[in-house]
């Protein structure tokens, strides 16, 4: 063998292929970044000419439609100035004035998300909280829209809880964060008179999708998860680590309404996770007890004495959901395409910059 060629058996030429592989990644992850922020930042220079030519000389709406003829005939290899695009460009100057917000935010995630966000929301607050959202998770577009369409701003940290009394800050509200109310299972194709069982393995089933409307941060460790107290067996029905805080996170499942017993039930399940799995790094165990309705005095009052983290929730399944919601949430495959094709589309812009460059 030749002394200058490295073996492909050696651990110290497998380790430094490894390493040159992640260090492509990683620039080939930040390139497609520096891309989008350049051409997001464009768009929005664009819009916002339009916006000051418009209102310091009186231009009409007809103006977008010239700019769209004019500017592709001068660049016919770029794509992004048909005339709704440009009505995009204009929409997003006006909402985000400050350029400072495009390099903060705006420029962090792809363009078609940015129009999803103007074309959904109104309010400020909201928009700029789901681009944050998107940002922190690596939502794609059709993730992006049905948080949107199925209120994930309202339905985040709104389950009922007793973190506050049972957890110190900020764990206390960092899990209250981590919490919705209802979920969404619109993913699940059972009715509303399935047994416990059946929503149970159906979600199992969909991990994946589960796992998504659960959020970032959730590890499935195990469904009927045995453990043993005093030589008698209890299971789980669900069990997730969660990576963010630290700790174990029980789900007990409800078909029904919620029921003062079933506190009592999940402080054990609790308990026995804390003494018989817990490691002194990890952080106290949260239940979270899902359930199709709750009666608010109801959960108050039995989670009132309890001395573990319960939070109580609800879930939605299909036949809850408006028509226009059914079947909308994107599958793993879906996923795994939107990126292929965000991929894609970020290499056009990266071609298409080049282009314009030279």
């Not at 440009?86 to 078609?112: C, S």
């Not at 109580?312 to 949430?329: E, I, R």
Request: charged fraction near 25%; include cysteine.
């Amino acid at each position: 063998m030749n002394k200058d060629s490295p073996s492909m058996s050696s651990d110290s030429y497998e380790h430094f292929l490894s390493e040159l592989k992640m260090r492509i990644r990683v620039a080939q992850i930040e390139a497609s970044s520096a891309v989008n922020l350049t051409m997001t930042l464009l768009y929005w220079q664009i819009g916002r000419e339009i916006l000051q030519r418009q209102e310091k000389q009186g231009w009409g709406s007809r103006v977008i439609s010239q700019l769209a003829k004019d500017l592709k005939r001068e660049f016919p290899d770029m794509r992004g100035f048909s005339r709704s695009n440009l009505t995009y460009m204009r929409a997003f100057a006006n909402a985000w004035p400050d350029e400072e917000f495009v390099h903060q935010l705006g420029g962090q995630i792809p363009w078609k998300h940015n129009c999803a966000v103007l074309d959904k929301l109104k309010e400020p607050d909201k928009r700029r909280w789901y681009i944050e959202q998107t940002i922190n998770n690596g939502w794609s577009r059709n993730v992006l829209i049905i948080q949107i369409e199925t209120d994930l701003y309202q339905r985040l940290g709104g389950a009922m809880t007793n973190f506050e009394r049972t957890l110190p800050k900020p764990q206390s509200d960092l899990a209250q964060q981590i919490i919705k109310d209802p979920y969404n299972f619109d993913f699940l194709t059972i009715g509303s008179d399935a047994l416990e069982r059946e929503l149970e393995r159906g979600l199992i089933e969909h991990i994946r999708d589960f796992l998504l409307e659960l959020g970032v941060g959730f590890a499935f460790i195990g469904s009927q998860y045995a453990i043993t107290v005093d030589e008698k067996e209890y299971r789980l029905d669900l069990l997730f680590y969660h990576a963010r805080l630290h700790c174990y996170v029980v789900i007990d499942l409800k078909m029904g309404e919620f029921e003062p017993e079933h506190s009592g039930k999940m402080n054990f399940y609790v308990s026995a996770v804390n003494h018989l799995i817990c490691t002194e790094e990890d952080n106290p165990t949260i239940g979270i007890i899902l359930c199709r309705s709750k009666k608010k005095n109801t959960v108050e009052f039995a989670l009132d004495t309890v001395h573990n983290p319960i939070g109580v929730s609800t879930y939605t399944l299909q036949d809850d959901l408006p028509p226009a919601l059914k079947g909308n949430l994107p599958t793993a495959d879906q996923l795994e395409m939107e990126l292929e094709a965000a991929a894609q589309e970020l290499e056009a812009q990266r071609k298409a910059t080049s282009t314009n460059k030279n």
